[in-house]
């Protein structure tokens, strides 16, 4: 009896040991930890929201604007009818209309050419430091993908505009990525890892890479935020808020960009430093970075976990939350101000 009930013990201490390792490796903590789950700096948002201010009425016009042109005048975006080509060349001429002087990576697919559209806007003091803003403006071939990811593709536009005639001490280069989706999705060919696989080759030195992705839909009802397990345990299950994601190495990067949002938006927010085997955690164009070792974070609304329309026919513009798209653009104004000038 005393064997069989130390035996069962024995299974139950295992068993606890198990999952407090696979929460460890989940979120990315060590025994000392540095990131407890859900425990960022400062304080999320919570709160009556202001009128946005005429400067804001202006960035959401031009979301919406972009934003309508990507999923409704073009619609899906991908290689196989020249639709991403249409794409590139709107997002290429709003860059000018902007006064950058972009240019552009082309780079060979199936005998087809996929473009990542970079405008830069050079440092004023440590110019060879280098942040990074931008997302995919691709899509899957049956959806117009207007919140994935013609909202983080609006994001991008609305920030370089922003930022168009003010300079930083460090460069800002805003840029458009081929081919995120399937079936170039974390391949050769996905136009993120082709430029950040280029931008380790010439030794340039990105200190910041913020990956907007998917990033226009809010909700207020309890229950509408899903997470894979366990941080579920950690998070709030409103899906209310921007997230904020990195791995290990980013956490720098994820800690100042947070500070600095919680300080200056009107918006709710929340952070994880996650192992990118976690399901979602990896799945955009920051992974790109990170494969060559590059400082890099996600700013989403979660998509497939609060999105009910994720690569999906319904992803159209009447689902996205204007209004709160434009407070985070807004609070990222200040994340990149911060990060380009210390």
């Keep these: ?141 049956n959806t117009k993908g207007a919140n994935d990811n013609a909202s983080g593709i609006a994001a991008t536009l609305a920030l370089a505009k922003i930022f168009s005639n003010k300079h930083q001490k460090y460069t800002i280069r805003f840029v458009a990525f081929a081919n995120e989706e399937p079936p170039y999705f974390h391949s050769e060919t996905m136009g993120s890892l082709v430029y950040a696989r280029q931008l380790k080759a010439d030794n340039e030195n990105i200190i910041a890479m913020l990956s907007l992705e998917t990033m226009g839909y809010y909700s207020n009802e309890k229950g509408s935020q899903k997470y894979p397990p366990p941080l579920n345990w950690f998070y709030p299950d409103t899906g209310n808020f921007i997230g904020f994601v990195s791995n290990l190495n980013s956490e720098d990067l994820l800690y100042r960009a947070i500070t600095s949002f919680r300080k200056n938006s009107e918006m709710p927010s929340e952070g994880g430093i996650i192992a990118d085997f976690v399901p979602g955690v990896g799945w955009s164009d920051h992974w790109s970075f990170w494969q060559v070792d590059y400082p890099a974070i996600m700013v989403t609304d979660t998509a497939v976990f609060r999105y009910p329309h994720y690569h999906r026919s319904t992803d159209t513009i009447d689902k996205i939350d204007f209004d709160s798209l434009t407070r985070v653009v807004s609070g990222l104004e200040k994340v990149v101000e911060n990060l380009a000038n210390k």
């Design 1 to 141: 009896m005393i064997k069989m009930l130390f035996t069962h013990i024995l299974r139950i201490s295992l068993v606890t040991s198990l999952i407090l390792l696979l929460i460890l490796l989940i979120t990315g903590c060590t025994i000392f930890g540095t990131n407890i789950p859900g425990k960022m700096p400062g304080t999320s948002f919570d709160g009556s929201v202001n009128a946005l201010t005429p400067a804001e009425l202006s960035i959401k016009s031009d979301l919406f604007n972009h934003i309508d042109y990507l999923s409704e005048t073009i619609g899906p975006r991908h290689m196989e009818d020249g639709s991403l080509y249409r794409a590139a060349e709107y997002i290429k001429s709003e860059f000018s209309k902007m006064g950058y002087q972009t240019t552009t990576q082309d780079y060979k697919v199936d005998n087809k050419i996929a473009r990542n559209i970079i405008a830069e806007l050079k440092g004023t003091e440590d110019a060879d430091k280098i942040i990074i803003i931008g997302g995919h403006y691709d899509t899957g071939a």
